[in-house]
């Protein structure tokens, strides 16, 4: 570590008197970064910038109650440079002892008193109170707070200044930009929930701004009140004006194109793509349409192994309710199954806040045709599936924090219609958290899933057992491969099972800028037959995702000759 020698600079901090916060805080806010193995600067030694932190400090504590501290700055030269010494005085931390404001806000505030002081808490309370009169039709409201302190006691009183109360008069919707808005003016009706001779609320705009932007066509929208005036209906207030939302479109029109690698111990190069195209807002109505196909090609046989694809209408206002309903036409051709099908789906789909909650049911009809050899006769399955999803995590392409919850059950034959009865039922739990404060972050997902015949049945189709190994479940392992055995099997898929469990684990973190790594452990059990691996990864995060290069070994039965297998792909696994 070289120092210029026309500066001079921090060489340490030292902390003293310091019990509420930790010392490494006040370290760093006076600037004091200790380089790592000779890398990295020391800060440069500044009297003004030394006062400007003594104060900021200062500061903080008063925020957080400390209203006597003192906090004093001295220095101490050693060599080239100077030891900063940091005397802190905290004092007595001051309690809020009582809260004046409107009768009608307080017994909504469920605060228990006294409480140590902290300036966020005061105004946060503020903000409580605007947001409290903003949803009552007074969008002008204006608080002023004064405190009183005395023997390390505060007494904090809000005074509101309610402005008027304003009534909507209309709501209209005008282009943020100099372009015509293609959408058609009932959809933005149905979407806001902010209707014509009501109060104003704040809750019911920012409901409505929800909902629109959950369309996916507006790339932004503002709101504004205009042309308020003395309202002739005193229904609701004593104003009125008019909602105007400015919305700015964008393209309605969606290409998706998904890569990805994966190696098998007897392909040991498979090459998946998926293609998707959707319009969100056919005839100008909000109708969706979704065409997409995917392929998984062998490369050193030069053959594709399976291919799908899949038609997809959307109807966002079913029997004119706030009702989505998907009708799906597919096909798939599976070499490693042995099979072909054709299906219809239907689902209606109610959703809530912002599609992060969503309930839905349907039936689906599958034809099923054994090719290339393949065992049995054409059958068909017709069944009846009921899910239901939640998500709460913060960042959808790299949470932090949150979960998301898959609950899935399906019923099929229902004793009287297809060729098999049999219940099936999966649960899915992904949890994602950050290691405290540090750029550490954890995600975990567990998977159970049962099927069984039942009522006419006592057979499973063998397609609609769960198959377990490779990407997607336990890296490490090539598909299909963990599982009892099927006797005189000759084909792909052997291992199959009524029975699963799945759990994953991953340790990730951003190494440098918009590169990550990642460790984990996969475990799966189908059965009475189970494995475990684990690996590394890396991760190049985008604006659509991070690309995942991920390496896994399997830790069962391992042979000497196994390196691992690789797999490449956009999205984390979970």
Known sequence: ?????SYTYVLDVEVVGVRFFKPSFVKRLFGYRKPFLGFGKYARYSPSILRHRAAQLEQIYRDSGFFDVKVQVRDSVVGRGRVVIVEVEEGPRYVIRRIVAPEGFLRTLKVKLPRP????????????????????GYPFVEVRRDLY???TLVDITYEVDSGPRVMIREVLFRS???????????????????????????SKIRESLSRLYRTLLFTSIRWKLEGLRKASNRECGDSS???VFYVKEGTPRILDLTVGIQSETERPILFNTEASFQHLNLFNNLQRVQVSAATLFDLMAQRITRFSSNVIYQEPYFLDMYLRTNVRVSGEYDSDRKMERLGLYGEVVKPYVLNRMEIAAGPSVELRYPIDGGDGERYRIFKV??????????DIFDPSWGSVINLYVEEAGLGKVGDYDFLKGVVEVSVYQRFFLTAWKWADRIKVGKIGAVLRSDTLPFYDRFTLGG?????GYDRFSIGERVENCDGVICHVGTSLVVFNYEVRRRIWREIGGVIFFDFGYLSRDYGYSAGLGLRYFTPIGPVRLDWGIRLKD????DRGKIYLGIGHMF
């Open 1 to 5: 570590m070289f120092l210029l020698l």
């Open 117 to 136: 002081y902290s300036q966020a808490f005061v105004a946060s309370v503020e903000l409580s109170i605007v947001e409290w009169y903003q949803d009552r």
């Open 149 to 151: 302190a005395e023997d």
């Open 176 to 202: 943020a930009d100099s372009s015509h808005l293609m959408t058609r003016r009932r959809i933005f009706y149905r979407e806001v929930v902010l209707k014509r001779g009501e109060c104003f609320s704040l």
């Open 241 to 243: 004006a008019v909602l």
């Open 385 to 394: 599936f009921e899910r239901a999803y939640f998500d709460t995590r913060d």
């Open 471 to 475: 990407e997607g479940q336990v890296r």
């Open 558 to 561: 391992r042979s000497p000759t």
